[in-house]
């Protein structure tokens, strides 16, 4: 039953080893976000796609990258994982890009950098 | 730009007891308000969502939430909290029409429930 899904639960890996997070979705929405969490802090969003249409925040570090192959699929590219990457990463997808929508996430991905 | 505020970032009741937690906005133009609780290592689950019909908003799992305008708040409340209540608890408010549905949460209450 699950609607969002991510991939894995938990990942390790080595500060500056490019690290890739994936989600896929079965409800067939046309946009996805990635948030950032850290440890007792809220969500913080990164990016979006409405459809095949990226959207970066302003804030959002050049490390971070992503990719949406198609509909059910997105990634998170790290391309040099430093010690404040570590973070709960949260995958969403919404049927539209209108407020009244809400979001659906994923479980999320616990990155650790070693 | 859109936020929201959430009171108390620790908050503690007994089982049984009435749940209250505190979410102030601010916003430019009619809001688009959402609850979400999130378990320990979990995703965010959607408990309401207020988009501008009924004010008293009915969610799952026995929580319900006001619109009032003009106090500007969308305070979370339950009854009688039940131990499996205990989670973070994030309100959210999202971008007018057309800002691409993006979320921008408070700062979480954390809720305890105590036998």
């Known amino acids: 039953d699950a609607m969002v899904i991510q991939n894995p639960r938990y990942q390790v890996t080595q500060f500056g080893k490019p690290v890739t997070l994936s989600c896929s979705q079965t409800l067939n929405h046309n946009v996805m976000y990635w948030y950032q969490q850290k440890s007792s802090q809220a969500p913080k969003l990164l990016f979006h796609y409405y459809d095949k249409d990226f959207n970066n925040e302003a804030d959002t570090p050049d490390n971070f990258q992503s990719r949406r192959p198609n509909t059910s699929f997105c990634f998170l590219d790290i391309r040099s994982p430093g010690l404040g990457d570590a973070a709960m990463y949260l995958c969403a997808t919404s049927r539209t890009t209108q407020g009244r929508t809400e979001a659906f996430f994923g479980q999320g991905t616990r990155l650790t950098v070693v | ?115």
Not at chain 2, 38 to 65: C, D, H, M, R, W
Not at chain 2, 96 to 101: E, K, L, S, T
Request: charged share 15%; net charge neutral.
């Open chain 2, 1 to 115: 730009a859109q936020s929201v505020t959430q009171l108390g970032s620790h908050v503690s009741v007994s089982e049984g007891a009435l749940v209250l937690l505190r979410c102030n906005y601010s916003s430019s133009v009619p809001p688009y308000l959402f609850w979400y609780v999130q378990y320990p290592n979990q995703g965010l689950q959607l408990l309401l969502k207020y988009t501008s019909a009924a004010t008293l908003v009915k969610g799952i799992n026995g929580f319900e939430a006001e619109f009032k305008k003009s106090e500007t708040s969308f305070h979370l409340t339950k009854p009688s909290a039940h131990m499996r209540d205990a989670a973070e608890y994030f309100c959210a408010v999202s971008d007018p029409p057309g800002g691409g549905n993006k979320l921008t949460f408070g700062t979480g209450t954390q809720l305890k429930v105590e036998l």
